[in-house]
């Protein structure tokens, strides 16, 4: 019995890791604009491996961060066609490699070693997303909020009365995000998941309408 009870509470603390991992991986904030916490995301996740040794690669992770490194190399092709290097860009594109490495083998592992399933990996995902739908509503309800929020995100855009950017620094990522979080109930409604999903998958409709004009679309 004590075998038992101490494999569910690992299993918990695993599956907390790694729900917090998929939101500073998504939502991380910058504090101050310097401390990126979605980088919290890497040493979460390396947690959840602690004493496995079989650590692997797949294909899909080399076509994943040969993409990655396509772009960054673009963004300091562009750079240099205009004279001059800019840091800020080539330092966010070299912060994204690093992570998309880091995730993608972490992720990858903690399924195939069975540390966490697909389905749990999918309706975490949904759960992280749902939060962020509901802080873009809330946001809209509460303009003080909104305001906290966007100083924690670094939104520097203009506010807009019936537009909120949730857990993010753009209106347009926000939409996106509830965009993606809209297909995913959807998903798993088709799947027979649950009638639960058809209120979230509403709750992401509604907070893609209060986003933006091209997330709507």
Request: with cysteine; aromatic share 12%; proline share 2%.
């Amino acid at each position: 019995m004590l075998f038992v009870a101490s494999a569910e509470v690992s299993s918990l603390i695993t599956r907390t890791l790694a729900f917090f991992a998929i939101f500073f991986a998504i939502f991380g904030p910058k504090l101050g604009g310097v401390v990126d916490l979605s980088l919290l995301a890497v040493p979460l996740g390396l947690l959840c491996l602690v004493g496995k040794q079989r650590v692997s690669l797949s294909a899909e992770i080399l076509i994943v961060v040969g993409f990655v490194c396509a772009v960054a190399i673009y963004a300091v092709l562009v750079s240099l066609a205009y004279g001059a290097i800019d840091l800020q860009v080539v330092l966010r594109h070299f912060r994204a490699l690093v992570s998309t490495c880091a995730l993608s083998v972490i992720f990858y592992n903690v399924g195939r070693l069975g540390i966490l399933s697909v389905d749990r990996f999918t309706r975490s995902v949904h759960a992280v997303l749902l939060i962020g739908a509901v802080f873009v509503l809330v946001g809209i309800l509460s303009p003080s909020i909104k305001q906290l929020m966007a100083d924690l995100y670094g939104f520097d855009k203009r506010m807009v009365p019936l537009r909120s950017a949730g857990l993010t620094a753009g209106y347009d990522t926000a939409g996106y995000l509830c965009a993606a979080g809209a297909f995913l109930a959807a998903s798993l409604i088709l799947m027979g998941r649950g009638s639960r999903y058809f209120l979230t998958f509403t709750v992401f409709l509604a907070a893609t309408v209060f986003t933006s004009r091209t997330s709507m679309v």
